[in-house]
């Protein structure tokens, strides 16, 4: 069950042997591994010693320790760091991070009697990073691709705007670029180390693959005062596991098996 | 053949001529969204498909429908659509090509089209689709024009098409389930998740594309001298009435499921497209319209004498066309997005340069549909004064 959908692709792979010769020559003519593997060498960031590495990044996100203020602080943070536009237009609108209710955030569990904490408490949403994404099945070019350490990365040079990651996307998590990010003084102050957009491509949280590479935790767990915990789903002893392992945590929508790496202790 | 299209009556050319101005004044509206971004249309990161998504959708089972000429003819030797059958083919091509340019209008870097075919991936459903469609263009391409050449010249068919006819059948079914499946393999849209969504597709569309052939044998029959023929156009229209049927069971079956189980990720869509979802309801009265539409055109349909009377037969196929479109072009897409994943309502509605953009591809659709039909008149008219 867990692992279903990416069977499927891999049945769907073999039974498309002819078609996957082709990717196959394309990764042997341009003799770069990333490609070979069906991503582009683009997306991925070179990585210095420093490098934080995991078998499978997740997040454990804290809702005890959350309030209007950390939340507004991580979104913040967030837009500096990735160069995320501000647009006045509702509909163009550009979110990674952003705070949602309980009702939003878990419309399947909603409740009548719902501890009072809860129902205005502002609760961060962002890419689940799932095991089994439904975007990266859904993605034509594979420019939304799954990397070894389980973060789901875009690849802005790659992506068509078809949008249909969107649609597969079952958290909304993803945004679109309805008009030049770069135009209209949008982004106020441009990180340098961090690439703008273009418009037409898809974005959305990366759970900052550009800071694991030089040895940083994420810039929303680094402003969070100690509500969001990033680490190692795989390893035991990681400071996530140890949460889980002491704490009831639920996730987005868990029911549709897409396995989001993103914990919310209640 | 083709010298057939480029000598008509003054009508022709004032015909061909709008056509020409309407793609002109939409493709003024294409550069300003390829300057400014798909910002200029209604779409969000909420609805993220829409009106021109929905507009491939519909016309993908147009597309489709003609393999409810070429069934009956070809496999049941039913003779009289054989008089008909390349009318049927021909709308496929200009179907299919308005269904490949909304796809391009509805990208994101259109430039970039062909990263799909760079990078081909079989897990998605996208490639199928691109796979699909062109192949069925090339069929129907080869095949009408090949069959209307040896009618010309007055010579059965080259044997080698009888494969490929037979080969357009399930590939006709193909297309418009491949198109459903976009929809209805992606798990957090209740809405789409259900089985029956390719079946009610490809039901809507033997009731939408024959009706419009229905149609457009009318409009044949009073501005050429070529008759389609009564008996065509009374068996067309009762494919239309099955058609229109099984679309409407199929839809109850929909309605039942997600009424009865209350479960809310079905049933919001459905709530929000038909009586509102919290306070808002901008499509409640179009699907409606739809609704009232849709049945009227069956009854009308389902009664002999008023099938049987041509401008009744008429009014009832606009009712069946106009209602699918409006409950397939407007409602399926924009309800499955409405309320969102997060479960708020953000709606949508297409702006002026969208649908001028969209009235632009339909424009370049009825152009080639005006080119082949006048192509394949001329035929037929050489053929009678032989």
Known sequence: MENSRRSFLKFAGVSALGLGSLSLIDGLTSGDVAASSGQSSEATFKRSKKALTAKRWGMVIDTRKLDDEICKEMEKACRATH???????????????WDAHYKHVFPGKQDEFLAERLKELPIPVLCNQCANPPCVQACPTQATFQREDGIVMMDFHRCIGCRFCMAACPYGSRSFNFRDP?????????????????????????????????GKQPICVEVSKGALVFGDLEDPQSEVRQLLKKNYAIRRKQNLGTNPSVYYLV | MLENALKGSKAYWIWVFVLLG??????????KQLDFGLGITGMSRDVTWGFYIAQFTFLVGVAASAVMLVIPYYLHNYKAFGKITIMGEFLAIASVIMCILFIVADLGQPMRLLNVLLYPTPHSMLFWDMIVLSGYLMINLVVGWNVLDAERNSVPPAKWLKPLIYLSVPWAISIHTVTAYLY??????????????????LASAFAAGPAFLVLLCLIVRNVTKFDPGREQIQSLAKVVVYGSIANMFFFLCEVFVAMYSQIPEHLDHLQYLFFGLHGHGILVPWMWTAMALIVSGIILLLIPAARRNESVLAVACVFTFVGIWIDKGMGMVAGGFIPNPLHEVHEYFPTFAEVMIAAAVYGTGFLVLTILYKVFVGVKMELTHK
């Open chain 1, 83 to 97: 160069n995320i536009p501000e647009h006045k237009n509702k509909r163009h609108e550009i979110k990674w991070i």
């Open chain 1, 182 to 214: 770069r135009g209209d003084n949008a982004i106020k102050n441009e990180n340098k180390d961090f690439p703008t957009r273009m418009k037409g491509v898809v974005e959305k949280c990366n759970f900052c693959a550009e800071r694991l590479a030089v």
């Open chain 2, 22 to 31: 309407i793609i002109t004044f939409g493709f003024g509206f294409y550069l």
């Open chain 2, 184 to 201: 209805c393999g992606l798990p957090g849209r209740g809405f789409w998740l259900t089985a029956i969504l390719a079946p009610r597709f």
